[in-house]
DNA sequence: TATTGTTATACTCTATAACTATA
DNA sequence: TATAGTTATAGAGTATAACAATA
């Protein structure tokens, strides 16, 4: 187990971003592992699901992961039966990539899995202080994209 | 460049925890290129400059890095004159990792740059958000230890 | 010619195992 | 016997380059 953080470095942004997403990471996998996938194959058919139809290379790039990456990813998740890729009548180049019964099924459990994790995670803030927090992160992260649109 | 968040992740803590921390990574890799060292060096030096004296393993421990990294680490700092590894006359097979001159004045002037850094990338938080923000972080990693001690 | 998916390859980072010296 | 540092090696993860099919 690691150790108590030294203090000089726990007040540093960059060190608690780091092992925040650490910690949380080890719950979410945790949390995943009866599901049979982890937090990125997790994302995947979260983002399928939400916005469809969408190719191999669409999903990558808002995944913001390499079109070579998500090959080894969908082949993955195909092989679990949890999506199928299908050519896109528009443009035979395309794979458009679609949940299967089961790998619906299976999102919405583990997603309400991970749900769960969320919140026990940000307990410790309360509920006000968890819903600042989230907040705050969106404003750093997507903040940027409201003046580039 | 990234694209635009896609809506179904950006409420979700550990997206938003991963890609502030890929931005706040970025700008510090930025901030601290002109120094010549990387944020896990600057908290090399950090740490060796708060707790001395600390062997390689002792420090290995603090920054959660397995040994052989540590190793890696040294070398390089020791390459590039900032570090200078020394026996320890308690314990003949530790190595005492002290800063040199060259060193100190580096941390002071590189951990200036980011904090810089940190405070230009809290900015839109308003200063009242942005300590919210670390306290609220601070209690997610480092509440734990508060009870185990 | 450019793009999509794929494969093979190379690269980076870190961990594991084995060795030396010290305890 | 165990520990600290070191080195060599292996493994995971990702990116780069080249290729086939399609636009």
């Known amino acids: 187990m690691a150790q108590r953080p030294p203090e000089v470095l726990a007040s540093r942004l960059g060190y608690l971003l780091k092992h925040a997403q650490i910690r949380l990471g080890e719950a979410v996998a945790a949390a995943l592992a009866p599901y049979g996938i982890d937090a990125r194959e997790l994302a995947v058919l979260s983002l399928l699901s939400a916005e469809y139809p969408l190719s191999q290379l669409e999903a990558a790039g808002k995944l913001n992961v390499d079109r070579t990456t998500m090959v080894a990813l969908i082949d993955g998740l195909e092989d679990k039966g949890l999506v199928e890729r ?16 089961t790998g619906k099924e299976r999102l919405r459990k583990a997603d ?4 769960e994790v969320d919140r026990l995670f940000l307990a410790p803030l309360g509920l006000e202080g968890a819903e600042q927090l989230v907040s ?6 997507i903040g940027d994209w409201e003046s580039a649109p």
């Not at 896109?88 to 180049?93: E, G, I, K, L």
């Not at 309400?112 to 749900?115: D, E, G, S």
């Not at 705050?136 to 992260?141: E, R």
């Open 112 to 115: 309400a899995a991970r749900r």
């Open 136 to 141: 705050a992160l969106q404003v750093l992260v």
């Open 86 to 101: 299908r050519r896109s009548n528009q443009d035979r180049r395309k794979n458009i990539v679609e949940l299967t019964e």
